[in-house]
């Protein structure tokens, strides 16, 4: 109770991502070793062009891992279905691609907060 939480400020600090919190606190998790922040070193820069692209690469990486991990109870299937896509012409991989990111919204419609939601009060 008497602990005092501190703010981070690593050299990757985002002020326009606000989608990539979940991907921050992974890779925190993996790397963090007992250093202190300014000596920590997990491949990220300063937001940039860069930056998004090393992001993509970390959340392929961190969905990878989890749809492929060994207590994952459909990793099977999930390897299973990878191979059976890399056996698909690459014209049709790309409109799979495409289409999919297309149709994402109506897929996992964005998640709506509402105030009143937020601040009910115990009862």
Wanted: aromatic share 8%.
């Amino acid at each position: 109770m008497n602990a005092r939480g501190r703010v981070l400020h690593p050299k990757w600090k985002t002020n326009n991502n606000h989608v990539d919190c979940r991907v921050f606190a992974m890779i925190h998790m993996e790397s963090y070793v007992g250093e202190t922040v300014k000596n920590w070193d997990v491949g990220l820069c300063q937001e940039s062009d860069k930056h998004v692209s090393l992001l993509r690469r970390m959340r392929f990486k961190i969905a990878t891992k989890i749809l492929l991990h060994e207590l994952n109870l459909h990793s099977q299937k999930m390897y299973d279905l990878a191979f059976k896509f890399q056996e698909i012409d690459e014209q049709t991989r790309i409109w799979i691609i495409v289409n999919a990111i297309k149709n994402r919204a109506y897929r996992d419609p964005e998640k709506v907060v509402r105030k009143e939601d937020v601040l009910k009060p115990d009862k």
